[in-house]
């Protein structure tokens, strides 16, 4: 009698187990059938297809090639477009995206929200393409300078006086402690 | 007869095989020249090339800062309103001599160096020299102790103390870091002059000339040669990269 008992406890376990495994299966199923538990990492807009790795390799070891180009850029001046930062998010990230590192519709922390792992790359680097290069307001002479504090505040564009500027001090200081 | 026509057309061989030779002799000189000016992007840079700047202080004007905002602009350096703490890769210098009264002005940036003083010091190796002789921070290793600034002669560096608002990507910059006058690298990395050299020029002042130092055929040493280029603090024995006229 104990004996059969125990075999209908055993029996009543595997059961539940079977039935919360078939329910979990259900539950986390999207529509596609595909299972949503993975992050919802966005692609590309541009109508690129492919990475330039496979996306299992890219998956693995984008640090590394990023790691990898990032010395050899600042030492060496290499500046191949393939493992670029720059260019994962030229690609990545749409031009007129107002997604920010750290939220989750942002490529890069789509998945490193998910999986915990910080990263500190957009500390510097701009986290989505950037809108133009300034043409910069090139002066065909001396032009104000707006907020910039580091120059004088001029219009005319040579002048053979001493403009009475931060940088007209009588030493050879500059505006800067 | 036929002796002549085969001493004339021998002549004339032998003129015209030395023509290519000299102009095979000339050929990769030029093209060697050209690599040096623009190099393959996956290429590193190499000692072949030194940049280097020379500025005429007789033409720098007083009173334009036309290097300044186009370094900013070009950089994406803005002011917080803090004058002190604010970043400044070049600043504009007014020179007196006491006794004549006679002023100059001169823009001041990272000299460059042969032997760079914030190279020496820097604890992690976050200050280096390229092989082309543009000294850079690391920013990716420098962890913001400003022992460089301290260091450097010439008080070019400046350290980022509060976050940086981006508007350039090729340019990363970012809080607790230092950072300087990188010599635009990414442009001279594709053949390009610096932001700085450029806006005097369209300024037609025309104060600042860049280019390879090591290359005797190039403007700045034509210039050098001619009309030689002091260093500030030449008793430092820096060699620095950046020279001056009329100082």
Known sequence: MQQFQKRMHNTLITIAGLALLAFSAFAFASPEGKPSFSPKVPHPTNGTTECVEPEDDMKKNHMNYILHQRDETV????????????????????????????????FCSSCHNFAGVSIDC????????????????RPTGAKPLGKNPHGAQI???VSTEIASTPTGAASTKGSKQ | MSCNDVNVSRRSFVGQTATAAAALTIVPGVFLHTVAEAKPVDQAVTSAVRWGMLIDTAKCASGCTACVSACNTENGIASHGRPRTDQ??????TLRDKQTKHEISLPMLCQHCESPPCVDVCPTGASFKRE????????????????????????????????????????????????????????????????????????????????????????????????????IRADLGLNTGVRYRGI
């Not at chain 2, 400044?88 to 210098?93: A, E, G, L, S, Y």
């Open chain 2, 88 to 93: 400044q890769w070049i600043r504009k210098v």
């Open chain 1, 75 to 106: 030492h060496e001046g290499i500046r191949t477009k393939k493992y670029s930062l720059k260019e994962c998010i030229n690609c990545h990230v749409p031009k007129d995206s107002t997604a920010r590192f750290g939220d989750d519709q942002h």
């Open chain 2, 132 to 231: 082309d002789g543009i000294v850079l921070v690391d920013r990716h290793i420098c962890i913001g102790c400003r022992y460089c600034m301290i260091a450097c002669p010439y008080k070019a560096r400046s350290f980022a103390h509060e976050t940086v608002d981006l508007t350039v990507d090729y340019q990363p910059r970012g809080k607790g870091t230092v950072e300087s006058c990188t010599m635009c690298v990414h442009r001279v990395d594709e053949g390009g002059t610096p932001a700085c050299v450029e806006a005097c020029s369209e300024a037609e002042h025309g104060a600042m000339i860049f280019g390879d130092i090591k290359n005797p055929d190039s403007e700045i040493s034509k210039q050098l040669v001619e009309h030689g280029g002091k260093q």
């Open chain 1, 122 to 137: 957009f500390q510097c680097h701009m986290d989505r393409p950037m809108a133009d290069k300034p043409t910069g307001d």
């Open chain 1, 155 to 157: 219009s005319k564009p």
